[in-house]
């Protein structure tokens, strides 16, 4: 029994460190965070795909916070707690998921790419003047293999000029 309050106690203190380096303002990053992980503070060179990576941070963070109150009430059943820490660590793996699938995306040669994964849903925005139903069936194989074959794969492109 005490080696599961000890694995929740130092799961906890990651997960609350991980709240603590997203809630950080943009540029005051101290030496990466640690982990080895992605960064969370991703730049986005189109404005729009920035105000929605900020605004599902900032909806993700607000969870978290939520799930580290339960987790540090002492109100909280052993059950509550355990549920909490899963909710906790499946949201930061997701938010490093897309994180790593933005830059594998972008790394084909677009211009920006915004990934989030919500609803059953895998939403991935593209910044690009030219789009091929080749690189449609590529980037969506590839969502599915990364997020899941169970969830469906919503490609949006954005056209430079159209913006």
Avoid: C
């Amino acid at each position: 029994m005490k080696k599961n309050k000890l694995t929740i106690f130092l799961v906890a203190v990651i997960l609350m460190l991980t709240v603590y380096y997203i809630k950080m303002p943009d540029g005051s990053e101290t030496g990466g965070g640690g982990g080895g992980g992605p960064d969370v503070d991703v730049v986005q060179k189109h404005p729009e795909f920035a105000t929605m990576r900020e605004a599902i941070i900032r909806d993700r963070t607000d969870l978290l916070d939520q799930l580290a109150l339960v987790l540090g009430s002492p109100s909280s059943s052993l059950s509550d707690k355990e549920t909490a820490l899963e909710t906790m660590q499946s949201v930061s793996t997701l938010t490093q998921m897309e994180l790593v699938f933005e830059r594998t995306v972008g790394n084909l040669g677009f211009d920006d790419t915004l990934v989030i994964v919500a609803g059953g849903i895998i939403r991935i925005h593209i910044l690009t003047e030219t789009f091929t139903v080749d690189e449609f069936v590529e980037i969506a194989v590839m969502a599915q293999q990364k997020f899941g074959r169970a969830l469906t794969v919503n490609i949006e492109i954005h056209r430079p000029s159209q913006l």
